[in-house]
């Protein structure tokens, strides 16, 4: 979330099934912090805070998650003893209790709360569990790995097909990456995939490869079943945005966008008809990096994030 990534970020949003929200204890709430909060709230992702740096001279947990109550809501609830191998004092309890009404009555008649009440809760976004710890020395990363294998909402994919695009890159070979996620059905490789251009062309292209990542390792499949996160050889025109298949009716319209403009300088002797093409690669890979070539003045224009 960091705002040199802010674009990509606001694309990879749409394929999150939650999110883990990163809080310095000795900044708090920053303003790009509320910025990535309202998209959040717009994208309806269930989300989990960390507040990271509680190791730092000076910091008060107290005082952090007053402010998160204060700007985002009573729903951001300390979580450190609230699951159940935990012991959660009565007060800590009805602070949960009161976030949202089903959660209450539970409370009132067993004088507790389960954990399948709790998933639902911050699957429609009514809590927000917050853990602390410093992740310079793995202090709290163990619990709140735990909570979120415990409250992650349970996703129900359709059996159609359908994936939503959200990052186009290359390979160390040059190859062209669709980033996508499957959202329902299956995707075998071979695949005949149809799609329609902003400007109205429609495409057929066959998927050639399905290749799964960690970092810039990958392990080829045969197929991508609903909820695989993927990259896909073969398509020569996607971008990011593009829904597939089941997806097609629903549009992807980013928030953020570029505010300055630039004019390239390119070393002498460079010809700017020949920069261009490589710069329209650069520009299928970020749809906030746009290349305007200026005939009239022979140069070349970016507007970038």
Not at 84 to 104: F, I, K, Q, R, W
Request: charged share 30%; glycine share 8%.
């Amino acid at each position: 979330g960091h705002v040199d990534f802010s674009a990509e970020m606001e694309r990879t949003l749409q394929v999150l099934d939650c999110a883990v929200l990163v809080i310095s204890a000795a900044d708090g709430v920053q303003g790009h912090t509320e910025t990535l909060w309202k998209l959040l709230k717009r994208y309806e992702i269930p989300v989990f805070i960390f507040v990271n740096k509680m190791d730092q001279d000076g910091t008060d947990k107290k005082a952090v998650l007053g402010e998160l109550r204060e700007r985002f809501g009573e729903g951001c609830i300390d979580f450190t003893r609230i699951l159940p191998e935990a012991e959660a004092s009565p007060e800590e309890l009805e602070n949960l209790a009161v976030c949202e009404e089903g959660m209450m009555e539970e409370y009132l008649e067993t004088g507790s709360i389960r954990i399948d009440t709790l998933r639902k809760a911050a699957a429609e976004r009514k809590i927000f569990p917050c853990w602390f710890g410093s992740a310079l020395r793995a202090e709290g990363i163990e619990a709140l790995l735990d909570g979120i294998v415990q409250l992650a909402p349970e996703i129900h994919y359709p059996e159609e097909f359908g994936a939503k695009v959200y990052k186009i890159a290359r390979d160390s070979q040059g190859t062209r990456l669709t980033y996508l996620k499957v959202t329902g059905g299956c995707l075998p490789v071979r695949t005949a995939v149809s799609y329609r251009l902003p400007e109205g062309e429609a495409l057929e292209e066959k998927v050639k490869e399905i290749r799964l990542y960690s970092g810039s390792r990958f392990e080829a499949t045969a197929q991508a079943p609903a909820g695989s996160v993927c990259a896909v050889l073969g398509l020569t025109r996607t971008y990011p945005g593009l829904r597939l298949g089941a997806e097609q009716d629903s549009v992807f319209q980013p928030v953020l966008e570029p505010v300055m403009t630039y004019r390239l300088r390119l070393p002498p002797g460079c010809d700017p008809a020949q920069m261009l093409p490589k710069l329209r690669q650069l520009e299928e890979e970020d749809p906030l990096f746009r290349i305007v070539w200026m005939e009239e003045l022979g140069e070349l224009h970016a507007q970038v994030m």
